[in-house]
């Protein structure tokens, strides 16, 4: 079993003109993170929007990640559904792909209480050998998983890792504190904040754009102890973190990487493209922090 550590990217989806997914641009999109240095890939969460695919474009990008990461880094596949049967039938077929490990996001519609959400994260794990990444983000998902809940779901086996996706970088320490080695916590939101308060990871929207810069940001804390040159290379890049942060996270990656060259369409409905204003930002941004899409051959799936 892998052991999951670094900024991970969870990834959008490119889709073609015609509004298919577009394998091509995502094979190329996932040798390009992984030249950039990324340390792991994340297909298929909110920003991949999961919830605008059907069951078959959910598993062409698994297989289609899997495939072209062929190793290099894990890959963790978004497996959260509102039923419980449908997270445990997601979350074998990619392990069958070959995933490295799944998040889950809580149930989002049914407001489930404690003992539903340790109930439906040990029906999975006792489905699966995989490890469980669980995913905090109470502004989606209508529920919150406090320290003192994660405890308990870090009993359950399998759930080792969180995504804590809230703006109390305070939860880091607290879940550290109750649950010691039992649960690894990655950020959310917030990174550098999350790295010094001892967080192990960062599933990372801004990543999508640039990768080197987020992964570099996680080693000189974690790795280096560079903490002053993190956060000067933080305040940096904290337009772009901010650009992707806020509603328009899908709509803002995409045209951002839209404008560094690599085509990756718009997003599905209800979301829409950025307005024109906005837009205009994101190509500021593009040429104030020089970014540019390499164009680099894509590698054959293994």
């Known amino acids: 079993m892998k052991t999951f550590r670094g900024t991970y990217t969870v990834m959008i989806t490119p889709f073609t003109q015609a509004g298919d997914v577009d394998v091509a641009a995502l094979r190329a999109f996932v040798d390009w993170q992984i030249v950039e240095g990324i340390h792991g890939l994340i297909p298929l969460g909110s920003t991949g929007e999961f919830l605008s695919l059907d069951d078959d474009e959910k598993a062409l990008v698994a297989e289609v990640v899997i495939g072209q990461a062929a190793g290099r880094v ?18 074998r077929r990619a392990e069958k792909l070959g995933a490295d490990g799944v ?17 439906h994260y040990k029906t999975v794990a006792d489905a699966i050998a995989l490890p469980i990444m669980v995913y905090n983000n109470p502004a989606t998902a209508n529920v919150d998983l406090k320290p003192q809940l994660v405890a308990r779901i870090a009993e359950i086996d399998n759930c080792l ?7 109390e970088v305070t939860r880091v320490r607290d879940i550290i504190r109750l649950c010691g080695d039992r649960m690894t916590v990655f950020g959310g939101i917030l990174g550098f ?6 967080a192990q990871g960062w599933v990372a929207v801004a990543s999508n754009v640039v990768p080197s810069e ?6 000189l804390v974690a790795d280096e102890g560079a903490i002053k040159e993190a956060r000067e290379l933080y305040l940096k890049y904290l337009p772009v973190i901010e ?10 990656s995409k045209a951002l990487l839209g404008h560094m060259g690599l085509a990756v369409g718009d997003p599905r409905p209800p979301r829409l493209p950025l307005p024109a204003a906005q837009d205009a930002a994101a190509l500021a941004l593009v040429k104030r922090f020089g970014l540019s899409w390499p164009a680099a051959p894509s590698r054959a799936s293994a």
Not at 243 to 252: L, P
């Open 103 to 119: 998040m889950i996001i809580p149930p989002f519609y049914s407001t489930p209480t404690d003992d539903e959400l340790v109930h």
């Open 161 to 167: 890792y969180i995504k804590e996706s809230t703006l």
């Open 243 to 252: 650009f992707v942060g806020g509603q328009a996270y899908v709509a803002g």
């Open 193 to 198: 904040e999350s790295f010094v308060e001892g």
């Open 74 to 91: 894990p890959v963790l596949i978004g497996t959260g559904a509102e039923d419980t049967r449908e997270v445990v039938r997601l979350s």
């Open 214 to 219: 987020m992964a570099r940001i996680f080693s």
